[in-house]
T-cell receptor
Framework: NAGVMQNPRHLVRRRGQEARLRCSPMKGHSHVYWYRQLPEEGLKFMVYLQKENIIDESGMPKERFSAEFPKEGPSILRIQQVVRGDSAAYFC???????????FGPGTRLLVL | GDSVTQMEGPVTLSEEAFLTINCTYTATGYPSLFWYVQYPGEGLQLLLKATKADDKGSNKGFEATYRKETTSFHLEKGSVQVSDSAVYFCALPRNSGNTPLVFGKGTRLSVIA
């Protein structure tokens, strides 16, 4: 059973470009969480999704950021018009639902030049 | 809201030394408590967890006991190895049930031979 997969592992963008980060949850998991880790800091929650639904986006910046988890395919975190402050590691986690352990992917490290 | 306060690092120990990383929490009710470990350049891996008061989680020689009376979940290991060098995060669910995790800021551990 493959773990949580994220791609790309590293992404370099210039200011003003768009960044698309992908997350494929573990098989059988229908709950996906996105977290952001700034340098030398802990993880901060961004958004929680189930298939085709956003359950909680209270940690997501109101502008430029969006997320989806379609019926088919991976979850996507999209950042429009990136700025240098968006440079961070973005982690996806999945769980089967209920009060179960979340399993993390390897992360996407975004660098905005 | 629920929160975690974690001992700040960095912590540097010699091989075979005893390790304690303190973690205290503030929560409504009695949530599950987790320790995650992040090796350099990688995502977070679940190290251990405890789901109710007085439970002891253990894995790879690490232990942590869920102490309701002191609202603590300190991580301990009797004899650390160089391969234990990593960042350790204490975490709990933000609310009861299947919710995003709230993380401490992380404690960087370096073990020298």
């Amino acid at each position: 059973n493959a773990g949580v997969m994220q791609n790309p592992r590293h992404l370099v963008r210039r200011r003003g470009q768009e960044a698309r980060l992908r997350c494929s949850p573990m098989k059988g998991h229908s709950h996906v969480y996105w977290y952001r880790q700034l340098p030398e800091e802990g993880l901060k929650f961004m958004v929680y999704l189930q298939k085709e639904n956003i359950i909680d986006e209270s940690g997501m910046p109101k502008e430029r950021f969006s997320a989806e988890f379609p019926k088919e395919g991976p979850s996507i975190l999209r950042i429009q018009q990136v700025v240098r402050g968006d440079s961070a590691a973005y982690f996806c986690a999945s769980s089967p639902g209920g009060p179960e352990t979340q399993y993390f992917g390897p992360g996407t490290r975004l660098l905005v030049l | 809201g629920d929160s975690v306060t974690q001992m700040e690092g960095p912590v540097t120990l010699s091989e075979e030394a005893f390790l304690t990383i303190n973690c205290t929490y503030t929560a409504t009710g009695y949530p599950s408590l987790f320790w995650y470990v992040q090796y350099p350049g990688e995502g977070l891996q679940l190290l251990l967890k405890a789901t109710k008061a007085d439970d002891k989680g253990s894995n790879k020689g690490f232990e942590a006991t869920y102490r309701k009376e002191t609202t603590s979940f300190h991580l301990e290991k009797g004899s650390v190895q160089v391969s234990d060098s990593a960042v350790y995060f204490c975490a709990l669910p933000r609310n009861s049930g299947n919710t995003p995790l709230v993380f401490g800021k992380g404690t960087r551990l370096s073990v020298i031979a």
